[in-house]
């Protein structure tokens, strides 16, 4: 099992950039898929991006490809969501989820579950 923890929301202006965090308890890390998701008021949890056991892989959601950036550092038990030229929309609670054996954008899917960093995009 793991417990996640993120970090690094806020308030920013449109056009600013945000680096959340994720931190991982436990030893097995390197073995858990890693994905952000979002959601905000009155939407369901959408999928962000998800990364690769040893980060050589990722994918995006179409609406923020080419502005976010995930990345993994196993040796810290973090993963990264760096985003850049955020937009009003981009507005949401976001959270990492953790997931073993399958590689998935599914928010089904994760059992693990951090309880979320605000991200507000002012206009």
């Known amino acids: 099992q793991v417990q996640l923890v993120e970090s690094g929301g806020g308030l920013v202006q449109a056009g600013e950039s945000l680096r959340l965090s994720c931190a991982a308890s436990?030893?097995?890390?390197?073995?858990?898929?890693m994905g952000w998701f979002r959601q905000a008021p009155g939407k369901e949890r959408e999928f962000v991006a998800s990364?690769?056991?040893?980060?050589?892989?990722?994918n995006y959601a179409d609406s923020v490809k080419g502005r976010f950036t995930i990345s993994r550092d196993n040796a810290k038990n973090t993963v990264y969501l760096q985003m850049n030229s955020l937009k009003p929309e981009d507005t949401a609670v976001y959270y990492c989820?953790?997931?073993?054996?399958?590689?998935?954008?599914?928010?089904?899917?994760?059992?693990?579950w951090g309880q979320g960093t605000q991200v507000t995009v002012s206009s």
């Open positions: 989820a953790a997931v073993q054996f399958k590689w998935t954008m599914g928010p089904e899917e994760y059992p693990y």
């Open positions: 436990g030893r097995t890390f390197s073995t858990y898929f």
């Open positions: 990364i690769s056991l040893r980060g050589s892989g990722t």
